[in-house]
């Protein structure tokens, strides 16, 4: 029996788009450009702090001889509804199911369907490993790094997530595919923040995928770039030229149930953390809670300047999470200087957190001298 061959057939029966085979040999080549990216604080707190148990699988399975990668398309055909006005932009990524629980669910099918005609050990990673899955996407010849860092498919274009399972089985690997942006530079121009390098490296800092993710303060430069995204940034993917006339996904787990690719603000203003958990727990872009989605939509209120949603804002005013009584306090100084002056002069009075405090009247010097500026 070809085992190479069985384990890509059973894949095709569990709906896996594709699949590669790679060694478990240490990504030494990645080692320099690792610490370079350290010194640049280009790293954010998702990433493994420990370089060697990013580059090196026997850390994660001692026996690892051969790595299965697989690559599920989420770029799928739904029906598409009229966006609200005041309403929060959701990725690709983050609709339908978690994409962490589909695809382990399909690794494990995977694997019990392997072990039907042979016994191995094995270790599942799906994004949350040690391991830098990008790599071995690109080791396995699932796809190529794209200049905006993505894994692109020849066929499913970068809207693919990405698995692996570490075996100690011994299977023949497949050849890295060379990069095949040549001279583009289309993903580098139409960054919001100017993320992208050319030397196919990113600044995961200034990312706005993960600025809609961390808890840490966003500069205040960056949150008007950001528009009305509230978790996740596809610009770079949308732009690129291999994303055209790509085949759509088939797995309908990541069509989505309880959004259309937005969520409106108003609502999620009102929704309880166990409503909301009830609603979009379901979804990776859930995975920070409602505060960061919360925060994220308030600064998509900033951005997009409607006098008429003070009050909405004014609300976050009221909240037990000093983080959204600060990111109010910057979206009513965005909308209305004067307006907003006022109201958080008052709000200070009862405002008892000293860092949401100064926190206020840095914002209004900010936005002051920024007003300034432009007479």
Known sequence: MNLKEYIKNKSKDLNIDIVGFTNGEKF??????????REKKYETEFEEKDIDLRLNPLN??????????IGISYNVDYETKKRPYLSGRLSKSSLGEDYHNVLKHKMNMLVNEIKKVTDFKYF???????????????????????KNCCIVNDIYGSFIFIGYILTDLDIECDERIKAKCDDCTLCLKACPTNAIG?????????????????????????????????????????????????????????????????????????????EFKEKYGHMAGSWRGKNVLKRNAI????????KDSIGLIEQGLKDDSSMIREYAAWALLKIDLDEGTKILKKHIL????????????????????????KR
């Open 28 to 37: 030494s080549h990645l080692d320099k450009f690792l610490l370079n990216r």
């Open 198 to 274: 050319d030397n196919y490296e990113i600044n995961a800092r200034r990312c706005i995928s993960y600025l809609t993710q961390t808890k840490d303060k966003i500069p205040y430069e960056l949150r008007d770039k950001m528009g009305t995204k509230i978790y996740g940034c596809d610009t770079c993917q949308l732009v690129c030229p291999k994303n055209k006339g790509i085949t759509k996904g088939k797995n309908k787990d990541f069509i989505p149930m309880s959004t259309n690719g937005y969520i409106e603000i108003k609502e999620l203003f009102q929704l309880s953390n166990k």
């Open 299 to 306: 600064i998509a209120l900033g951005n997009i300047g409607d």
């Open 60 to 69: 994660t399975l001692n026996e690892v001889k051969t790595i299965i990668v």
């Open 124 to 146: 599942i990673g799906v994004d949350t490993g040690p391991l830098i899955d990008r790599e071995l996407a690109s080791k396995s010849g699932i796809g190529w790094y794209g």
């Open 350 to 373: 009862k405002e008892k957190n000293e860092t949401v405090i100064d926190e206020i009247n840095n914002l209004i010097k900010y936005f002051s001298t920024l007003s300034s500026h």
